[in-house]
């Protein structure tokens, strides 16, 4: 349990630093930066408190905003998302499914897709909307979360695979 | 109370997301120019909107001082109208002028139209310097003549009474003539001894003729509505529509001239 915690804390200050430092410096097509730091809502524990899990996910967003200097944009899509996941789980794997974790070896592949899917593309529509916060945007928005949702798509996938199976 | 605390528990979840994104929120207005100009717009939008409704029904409520304010500027507004158009430049001798003109406004507490002689009671008298023989006007035009005082009311010789007549003239040529009433319509007079020398038409304006002390000059009385020659040829008989609709008279100004006692001096 304790290891559990010490786990997600670290992981939670590696994603931040992994995430300032190399990350959103990719800027491919001049302004699509992956959000690898999602990992940690994809990957905590699904059967902690819930309302922890919302105020870290705020916390999470907080300092990447402070960090990357963007006023609250990461905030708030974190922070919805955190709200949102345990709908999402219930969506993807079927509301009795009564996993520890939602990435784990025993879960289909149609699942977890779906799961990481969701997961990202709301950030990512939630994100941008935030950033442009006008409804004459609207094809700008779904153009640039369209991009950072493949493109940190294929990046958590990648990521995912090097860890151990569970 | 309980049940309160219980559904908030309940709800943990939500709240703690709620009050979260309210300070990501603030956090954003304060961060970004462009977010915060955004914010700023739509929380004037719906303040606008909001007190727009409340105005209007916190605006009924002071209707009543509303009105008193609109009375006292009226008699400013009036008072200064009468002054300038006594100083015309190219006659400075006849009827009243510049600073003697004072108006008192009051309002009139009784008035009758469908009598053959007409009066009304107005709720100023001798204690605010009304005395009789003054003239009584309204914002659209002349009223009567003050014939009685007591010490806090006062009774109009309202226009509409055959016995008065009025010194009133063309507004456009100046030719003067007097007008009384008929006693038929309360909204009609007849303007008689106009020589027909002058032109007349449909629609001039008739005002007073400023050779009475009760009225200053130029103050409006009605418009022609018809006229006829008479048989002798000389002059005219014609029509006045009156511009003051008597039967819905409230506040009215009495007419202080300061030169008439003079004036009545040298008549006698």
Redesign the interface.
């Known amino acids: 349990m304790l290891q559990e915690n010490i786990r997600s804390g670290i992981s939670f200050v590696v994603l931040i630093l992994l995430q300032f430092l190399l990350f959103s410096n990719i800027n491919l097509m001049g302004m699509i930066n992956p959000f690898v730091y999602l990992l940690f809502v994809i990957r905590f524990r699904l059967d902690a408190n819930?309302?922890l899990f919302?105020?870290l996910c705020?916390f999470l967003?907080?300092f990447i905003?402070l960090i990357l200097g963007t006023?609250?944009?990461h905030?708030?899509a974190t922070?919805?998302i955190?709200?949102l996941r345990p709908l999402i789980v219930g969506f993807s794997f079927g509301v009795n499914a009564d996993i520890p974790y939602a990435m784990v070896k025993g879960t289909r592949i149609a699942n977890q897709l779906t799961y990481l899917g969701l997961i990202i593309s709301l950030h990512s529509i939630l994100y941008y909307t935030?950033q442009y916060?006008?409804w004459s945007a609207f094809l700008s928005i779904i153009k640039n979360a369209l991009f950072s949702t493949i493109f940190t798509f294929i990046l958590i996938w990648l990521i995912l695979g090097f860890y151990k199976p569970k | 109370m309980q049940q309160i605390i219980n559904a908030i528990l309940k709800n943990?979840?939500?709240f703690?997301?709620l009050l979260?994104?309210i300070?990501?929120?603030l956090?954003?207005?304060?961060?970004?120019p462009?977010?915060q100009s955004?914010i700023r717009n739509i929380s004037l939008t719906l303040s606008g909107n909001l007190l727009d409704f409340r105005n209007s029904y916190q605006s009924y409520f002071q209707l009543r001082e509303v009105n008193k304010q609109l009375m006292r500027q009226n008699q400013q507004l009036q008072s200064l109208l009468i002054q300038g158009s006594q100083t015309a430049p190219n006659d400075s001798t006849s009827g009243p002028t510049k600073s003697d003109i004072e108006l008192i406004s009051a309002r009139i507490v009784q008035n009758s139209i469908d009598g053959v002689r007409n009066f009304m009671i107005v709720d100023k008298g001798v204690e605010n310097n009304v005395t009789t023989e003054m003239g009584v006007i309204s914002d659209d035009g002349i009223v009567g003549v003050i014939d009685q005082t007591n010490q806090r009311y006062a009774s109009v010789v309202s226009l509409l009474h055959r016995d008065l007549k009025i010194n009133a003239k063309l507004k456009n040529n100046n030719a003067f003539g007097s007008l009384y009433w008929m006693g038929i319509q309360p909204n009609k007079m007849v303007l008689s001894d106009i020589p027909t020398i002058n032109p007349i038409s449909i629609g001039d304006t008739v005002v007073t003729g400023g050779m009475s002390a009760y009225f200053p000059k130029d103050l409006p009385i009605g418009k022609v509505s018809k006229y006829t020659i008479l048989p002798s040829k000389r002059y005219y008989e014609i029509e006045v529509i009156l511009f003051t609709n008597f039967s819905a008279l409230d506040h009215v100004y009495i007419v202080r001239n300061f030169d008439k006692p003079l004036l009545d001096q040298l008549k006698k």
């Open positions: 819930q309302s919302i105020v705020f967003g907080l905003d006023a609250g944009a905030t708030i922070l919805t955190g709200f935030i916060f006008d | 943990r979840n939500f703690i997301y979260l994104l300070f990501s929120l956090f954003l207005q304060k961060k970004s462009y977010h955004t």
